[in-house]
Nanobody, 116 residues
Framework: QVQLVESGGGLVQSGGSLRLSCAAS????????MAWYRQAPEKLRELVAH???????NYAGSVKGRFAISRDVAKNTVFLQMNSLKPEDTAVYYC??????????WGQGTQVTVSS
């Protein structure tokens, strides 16, 4: 059974930092991409950042220069370092993994709240 376990969310003041982690287990085929999405209340889920199996990464314009995605290939874990957080970054953050199967997996979400 595939599980994506996220951690690291919480409440932080504007300008602060958080580091999200997502550890995947039970995945039997090779991972193609790992990504972080977020969904704010009454808004659509949006892509925040993703990283390919080759190590290339891309970011949403609103987080570029503030957030950094990285991964530990051996541990099937993806991280999101979030710096200079703003109130508009408040959302539930979801880990996403796509394999070469192809299969798509989602984490349960972790709340990030940035106070002004």
């Amino acid at each position: 059974q595939v599980q994506l376990v996220e951690s690291g969310g919480g409440l932080v003041q504007s300008g602060g930092s958080l580091r999200l982690s997502c550890a995947a287990s039970g995945i039997s085929d090779r991972i193609f991409t790992m990504a972080w999405y977020r969904q704010a209340p009454e808004k659509l889920r949006e892509l925040v950042a993703h990283i390919t199996s080759g190590g290339s990464s891309n970011y949403a314009g609103s987080v570029k220069g503030r957030f950094a995605i990285s991964r530990d290939v051996a541990k099937n874990t993806v991280f999101l370092q979030m710096n200079s957080l703003k109130p508009e970054d408040t959302a539930v953050y979801y880990c996403n993994i796509i394999t070469w199967g192809p299969h798509v997996y989602w984490g349960q979400g972790t709340q990030v709240t940035v106070s002004s």
